[in-house]
Structures are given as C-alpha cells and as structure tokens.
C-alpha cells in the first residue's frame, strides 16, 4: 500500500505504529472502563448529570442520563496489560455498586439492563500527542482518550492544518455522495412510532418489534437497506437500538432475526 501522508490514529496501537518511523515517544497503556447501564424507569431520578470532584486520572465515577432514556453509573477506571480485555469483570461490578451507593443511594434498587467496558489509550503524557514528522511525510495523532469525543471535530480541523502547513496539497472533493443520515434514535425529539403522519404514510413504522426500546419495523426495514446495511444482529442493534433494552433480546430476538433475513433476501 502507498500513500502521500500517513496519519497514525491507531489507538491503542498508535506506539506500535509510531515505533515503525523510528519514534519511541510514548506508550499505550490500555486503560478499561466498565459501565452499569440502568433501565428506563431509573430515568427519572436522573436529571443532570452528577459526579465527584476530577482527578488526575479522570472525572471519575458518575451518574448520567443519556440521550436514549436510561442512566448510566461509571466508569472505572483500571491500567492492563492486554489490549484487547474489553470483558466486564465481577470486580468492577462490585466497586461501581459501591460508588454508587454514596453518589445516588435511590438508583441501586433499579433494574440494571447491561453492562459494558471498553478501553482508553492512556499514555504517558499529560495531554494530546499530535506532531508532524515532514521529513517521512507521517503525523502522529495519539493519546487521544475519552474527551476525543467532544474534540473529534477539532482534532480533525487540527491534523487538517497541520498537513497544510508540511505542504500537503488537499484538493475538495466533489465527486462524493452525501453521508449517510443518522437515525433520531434518542428521546429528544419525536420517534417514529409516535409520529401519525408517518405511520400512516408507512404503515411499517407503527409496527413495534422491540418494545423495550420502542424500534419499529419500519426503522429495522431502513436500516437494512441503509448505505452501510447491517449483517448482522449486533450490526442492525447498533443502527437502530433494536434489542438494546431490558430484554437484552429475550423477547423480540426471533422476530428481529427474521426481519434482517427477509430484507437481506
């Protein structure tokens, strides 16, 4: 493979990446964070979201609201050696149960939906590392944790410059088509379900397969006809939210699969 630039945003590969131009500036420390996510009904406890006072090593535990109408409490916070220990652990159950316990005593008697964990790129800096190497024509863009999600944009205007300023010539394309639409999939603004004037446009959008989280026949159908369609469970359940709630797929899982197989037909 050839490229003008190589932009190195490899995560928590980005050492690994960086060591093959030569570079021994840092390294990856996969850092797991696991979160308890609690069923709607917790919602209305949860107005804002509630934490303690930062540390050096992050916000810390904190009870949140989220766009789709549940709560979540975490994460923890915990340095491995495996870069690929994204399973949950009895541990960190344990410890997010017990600062739990003291930020919102009231939220441990709901029912807990899931639990999750994913790792952060932690390195041995305090902040960002972003650097240019004009010379191999490579930019480095590591240590990018958990505020990359706000930053993402900035990050990218950023890098954008920075290519600018070693010489690279970026020419607008026009020849692309327009990014895919995202689904409203959060409780900000009317769902399909609740909209008449749809359902009675398309019948299939006042159809519930799942309704824990409210998703209907119609939003499976579009999404797997979307730009990027989903192959498999796992993929239509991160386009739509389909069997994402308290069921965890007990329920409409059968029906859900049977939906993917006729529309992949």
Known sequence: MRARWVVNAAGLGADKVDALFGHRRFTVTPRRGELI??????????????????????????????????VMLGPTSEDLTDRSATATSETGFEFLLEKGRV???????????????????????????????????????????????????????HVRDQLL????????????????????????????YQQADRIAADPAYGRIVCFCERVTEGEVRDACHSVIPPTTLEGLRRRT?????RCQAFFCGAEVQALLEGNRS
């Open 241 to 245: 939210r389909v069997m994402n709630g």
């Open 103 to 157: 930020l919102m005593p009231e939220l441990l008697a709901e029912e807990v939906t899931a639990t999750y964990a994913g790792l952060r790129a932690a390195i041995d800096h305090p902040d960002y590392l972003i650097d240019t190497d004009a010379e191999q024509q490579y930019l480095l863009v590591g240590g990018i944790r958990s505020t990359g999600l706000t930053s993402g944009m900035a990050v990218a205007e």
């Open 37 to 70: 996510v609690y069923d709607k009904l917790a919602r209305a406890l949860v107005d804002k979201i509630v934490l303690p006072v930062p540390t050096s090593r992050g916000k810390g535990v904190l009870v949140s609201p989220t766009i789709y109408g549940n």
């Open 165 to 192: 300023s070693a010489g690279m010539e970026l020419v607008t394309r026009t020849d692309l088509p327009d990014p895919p639409a995202m689904p409203n999939l959060g409780e900000a603004f009317p769902r399909p």
